[in-house]
Each structure stands twice: as structure tokens, then as C-alpha cells.
């Protein structure tokens, strides 16, 4: 009998104590390099905060670049950080249009160009960027943050900070803290506390790998924005037939994944390439390492499936070639932390406005992709009217020192399904930052920071509220 079956029943714990160095001291630590930690970072640092932005890749981007999620979709009101970043990614590649389509605005995004612009702008700000830096556990106890450990490729190491923003998209800072949350359809309005053993797994969005083919001839072929496209095709086999409902023809017949009933095709910066969102890897824990080896493997192999998909029934994609995927798995939704405000479902639904708002006129589709098959949950994506969101959804109730910022803010199931898109996320970032920056600036911890001292500092910067 080896090792591994001669422990594989045991369940025990390991006891561990070492000191560990403090690397850095500053008045705001971000955790998380994607869309919305590098907005908090600069966002922080331009109101003269020493501000240190930790990430666990190698590289900048997150979700957008190492996630290879192309285009930035949502919107907010005019005037944020959001905009800045588009217009300056602009200056690289050229002005380029958004796409209009049901989604609103899909603005294409070139990983390289999104890279080069956070680095330039974090660099402007004076932010200390440390990469492979991945988070750990949070320095103090009963809700208290006062700094984090993480680990690198040199061991464990400390940062210490006045104020600390968790833009980790899984809440990972804020749960260490102790801070409740819920995950999947878990109502985080009600008094229920969040128990490791309860299976919510099942009403968790399904997990992808973005793609991009190339090749792709311009003359004829397609863009398809998602299940609801009436696009069809304009030639081959299925000419004149809508393209959604070869999807599903080629899902019944097998030649597509069991839970991909549509392959959308966005255009990217480039001429012959289409930005790829279809696979789904449903059932899987977000937050279970196993499991996301395992969510993986599907998706790589869902990934070849769909580009024989195209290559065999889209005109136009015949020669299309993998270019490019996605360097870790896309995760949709994982943890929401109860904040002391909520973004309720009637608030997306009916546009609520909100004195306290920190982001003005929100605005996605609700989005759901089906956790339990193919396509959405609800059928088809319902519109959402344009809405706030609180500055009191980003503080972790019964917390000190401590903000969020991205799609772990405290909302429902269904209220994430909208607010998770990039331009969103980033207009958070950007709030969060200017309230940890007056947090650390004044030692008062986040909950005792009034919204009108934020909105204050974002309307002077243009931001419409």
C-alpha cells in the first residue's frame, strides 16, 4: 500500500508557525491585478495615497487579459476611470467603434494593449506592483484587517496597510476576514449564514475558456452576440437558416458540447478574428483547486470541438485556426460578500436611484448563463434598467479596514448576473480606491466613510452622479 492510500481517509490538520517578513508598509493595499484592482490602485494612489497592488499571476489584466474575456461589455454614467482606460487603449490601436448590439456597447480589447495600459497608468500613479504575489491570509483577527500574507516564488512575505481592498473577484480577502457571503442563488438579504457544507455549487454560473480564431474570411463570415442573434447564414449548407438554431441542431447531434447551445462570435481588434464565448463547464467549484484541474481539461476539450464546429458548418470560418485561449479558467460567479448594503433584483429591474451611489446608471443585461445546461437559465437574458449602486455594497459588514470592489460586492443571484461585467467592475474600482485612500487618510475604517465624501472627490474628477 503507497503513501497516499494509506492516508487518503485521514482527515487531520497541520499546525503552521513561522514568522514571516513585512515587505511593505502603505496606506492602501489592493489585492487582485484585474480590471477592477488596477482602477482601485491608480484611483487610490492619484488622491497621494502610498498604495501597493498585489496580484497572483505574472501579468496584469485578470479576467481580461489572462481570462481572455473580449469585449468589455456594461455601462455606467459618463465621466470614470472605465472611460479613461478605453480611450487610451484607443490611442494604441486606433479608434475603433464599439459594436452595438442587444449586449449595449462591446468594445474589443487587445490583450497586449490592455496590459501595456495598465502597466503605463499604475506606473503614472506611482503604485508599487507586486506580481506572483498570491494571497494568503489576512493579518488580524475578529474582522479586523490591518495587511495581508501572501506567498511568492521567495517564500511567505507581509504587507501591511491602513486600508485594504479585496478585488479578487472571489472575496478571498473578505472571507479570511470572516466576513459572511453567500454563493449561488444563497439570498444574501436574510439572516442565514453561509456554511461550507452547503452544496450551492449547482446554481453557480457555468465556468468557460475564452478563445479567438483567426482566419476567419471577412467577405462572408459572421458575428453572432449571443442566443437571442437572429443572424443567419448567408451561404453553404444551411444558407438562410439563423445560425442559433444550427447551434442547437449540431448540440442535439452531438457535434457540440453537451452544454453549448450557442457560439458566440465578437469581433476583435483585428480584421479576420472572432472572439469566441461558448464553452461551459457546469457543476464545478470555483473555490476547489481539484475541481477547477478537472473544469479545465473539459473546456480544452470543448474548446476543439467548437472550432471543428466552425470550420465544418460556418461559412467563412472553413480555415479558421485556434489563435489564441484563455491562460486559466473563466470564472463567472463564486462568492458575494454580505456588505451593509445590498444590490437587490427590483434595483436592476426598475433602475433604482440612490442618494449613497458611488456608480450611477449601471447598466448590463441579466445575464445567467445556465447552471444547469446549456444556454440561460431564465431562457433568454432580461433587460435590466440603468441603476445605482450604494457605496455601502462594497464594505463587508462586521468588518474594519477592509472594502470590496468587482463582482463580489454584496448583491443577490440574480442583481450579479448584471453588475459582473467589466465597465461595472471598474467604476467600483475606482470608487473603492477613492474610499480607501480617505479610509487610510483619516483612520477611519471604511463603514464610518460618508458617501458624499466619495462622490464628492468623483464628481470633481468629472464622473457623473
Not at 472571507?175 to 436574510?190: E, K, P, Q, V
Not at 486559466?328 to 444590490?343: A, D, K, Y
Request: net charge negative.
Amino acid at each position: 500500500m503507497n503513501y497516499s492510500q494509506q492516508h487518503s481517509s485521514e482527515q487531520e490538520s497541520v499546525i503552521f508557525n513561522k514568522k514571516i517578513p513585512v515587505k511593505e508598509y502603505c496606506d492602501v493595499l489592493v489585492v487582485g491585478g484585474g480590471p477592477a484592482g488596477v482602477i482601485a490602485a491608480v484611483s487610490a494612489a492619484r488622491e497621494g495615497s502610498r498604495t501597493v497592488l498585489a496580484e497572483r499571476f505574472g501579468s496584469l489584466g485578470g479576467m481580461m487579459t489572462a481570462g481572455h474575456v473580449d469585449p468589455i461589455l456594461g455601462a455606467v454614467s459618463g465621466g470614470t476611470m472605465a472611460d479613461e482606460f478605453i480611450s487610451r487603449m484607443r490611442t494604441v490601436d486606433g479608434d475603433i467603434p464599439p459594436h452595438v448590439t442587444r449586449n449595449g456597447e462591446e468594445i474589443a480589447v487587445d490583450r497586449e494593449t490592455a496590459r501595456l495600459t495598465m502597466s503605463s497608468m499604475l506606473r503614472e500613479a506611482g503604485v508599487t506592483v507586486l506580481l506572483t504575489a498570491a494571497f494568503v491570509d489576512v493579518i488580524g483577527e475578529n474582522g479586523s484587517v490591518s495587511g495581508c500574507i501572501f506567498s511568492s516564488q521567495d517564500g511567505l512575505f507581509a504587507v501591511k496597510a491602513g486600508t485594504t481592498v479585496d478585488c479578487t473577484g472571489a472575496g478571498c480577502v473578505a472571507a479570511a476576514a470572516g466576513a459572511d457571503y453567500g454563493l449561488g442563488i444563497m439570498d444574501l438579504t436574510s439572516s442565514e449564514k453561509y456554511k461550507p457544507s452547503d452544496d450551492t455549487t449547482g446554481s453557480l454560473q457555468p465556468m468557460t475558456i475564452e478563445f479567438t480564431v483567426a482566419n476567419v474570411d471577412e467577405s462572408i463570415g459572421i458575428t453572432a452576440w449571443g442566443g437571442t442573434d437572429p443572424v443567419k447564414l448567408p451561404a453553404g449548407e444551411f444558407a438562410g437558416t439563423e445560425y442559433r438554431e444550427l447551434c442547437k441542431l449540431k448540440n442535439r447531434e452531438g457535434e457540440l458540447p453537451k452544454n453549448v447551445s450557442i457560439v458566440r462570435l465578437h469581433r476583435t481588434t483585428h480584421p479576420g478574428e472572432r472572439s469566441v464565448n461558448a464553452t461551459q463547464a457546469n457543476g464545478f467549484d470555483p473555490l476547489n483547486p481539484s475541481s477547477l484541474g478537472l473544469a479545465e481539461a473539459e473546456l480544452r476539450e470543448q474548446t476543439a470541438m467548437c472550432v471543428s464546429f466552425l470550420r465544418k458548418y460556418v461559412p467563412g470560418f472553413e480555415n479558421c485556426i485556434l489563435k489564441t485561449s484563455a491562460d486559466t479558467v473563466g470564472i463567472r460567479e463564486s462568492r458575494r460578500i454580505r456588505g451593509l448594503e445590498t444590490v437587490v433584483d427590483s434595483d436592476v429591474e426598475t433602475g433604482r436611484e440612490r442618494s449613497d451611489a458611488v456608480v450611477h446608471r449601471a447598466w448590463f443585461l441579466i445575464d445567467i448563463h445556465n447552471p444547469k445546461g446549456g444556454g440561460q437559465a431564465e431562457g433568454h437574458s432580461k433587460q435590466a434598467v440603468p441603476y445605482d449602486i450604494p457605496y455601502g455594497a462594497m464594505v463587508p459588514a462586521g468588518t474594519k479596514g477592509l472594502l470590496v470592489a468587482g463582482r463580489c460586492i454584496s448583491g443577490t443571484h440574480r442583481a450579479h448576473a448584471s453588475y459582473r461585467v467589466m465597465k461595472v467592475c471598474m467604476a467600483l474600482g475606482e470608487a473603492a480606491g477613492i474610499a480607501a485612500a480617505i479610509s487610510s487618510g483619516t483612520d477611519r475604517t471604511p463603514s464610518l466613510i460618508s458617501p458624499d465624501e466619495i462622490r464628492k472627490v468623483l464628481i470633481s474628477r468629472g464622473v457623473g452622479l
